[in-house]
Every structure is written in structure tokens, then in C-alpha cells.
């Protein structure tokens, strides 16, 4: 019911910058909450980002300086700005939007493909 379409990863040298999108789509009234989750290899995934439709954020402790989230309510799309990358920070990373309200009824989680990132030293 709800798709989420990520971009914007790749490879980047260590000190370098990138930007993810997710952009959600299917007939969306309103989102409660749009994050960023990521998985290293042998690793859980874990919570990086995420922002509320109110405007709180939470980030891990691990990005805090580096990394920015942002969302443009009117095209339902959730943005990452990371600086700084680290090559700790190589993962795929995931889009998540929770608590969403469609026309075909409410979605609690949704969850993207994964974009690869990866950070060279």
C-alpha cells in the first residue's frame, strides 16, 4: 500500500558528503513518522535518523554533528544529509515511514529497498 523509493547512495571517500531521498507514494494522507535504519554486514540494523511530523528528531549517538534528516511534508519525501562520512558508517540503509494514513486504509510500517552506501578510508 505504501511504497518507498530510496536514492542517492554510492561511494565516498572518508570526509565526504552525501544526501539520501525516500520518497513515499500510494494515495498518502498524512505520515507520523519517516526515519533512516542501516545494516552493516554481521550487524542489526539500527535506528539513525528519524523525524516526526511535528518536528522532533532522534538520531544515534554515532551521527550526532554529522548527520542531518529533513522532509518536505508536501511530496511525503524524507531526506539524510550526512558529512563527515566515516568508513564505520558503510551500510545499506533503509527508509521506514510510520503511522501512515492512506486512502486504502492505515499502514503502521513501511519499510524501502536499501540504498547502499559505502565510505572508503
Known amino acids: 500500500q505504501v511504497q518507498l523509493v530510496e536514492s542517492g547512495g554510492g561511494l565516498v571517500q572518508a570526509g565526504g558528503s552525501l544526501r539520501l531521498s525516500c520518497a513515499a507514494s500510494g494515495s498518502i494522507f498524512s505520515i507520523n513518522a519517516m526515519g533512516w535504519y542501516r545494516q552493516a554486514p554481521g550487524k542489526q540494523r539500527e535506528l539513525v535518523a528519524a523525524?516526526?511530523?511535528?518536528?522532533?528528531?532522534n538520531y544515534a549517538d554515532s551521527v550526532k554533528g554529522r548527520f542531518t534528516i529533513f522532509r518536505d511534508n508536501a511530496k511525503n519525501t524524507v531526506y539524510l544529509q550526512m558529512n563527515s562520512l566515516k568508513p564505520e558508517d558503510t551500510a545499506v540503509y533503509y527508509c521506514n515511514a510510520d503511522g501512515v494514513a492512506t486512502a486504502r486504509g492505515y499502514v503502521v510500517r513501511s519499510w524501502g529497498q536499501g540504498t547502499q552506501v559505502t565510505v572508503s578510508s
Open positions: 523525524l516526526t511530523s511535528g518536528g522532533s528528531t
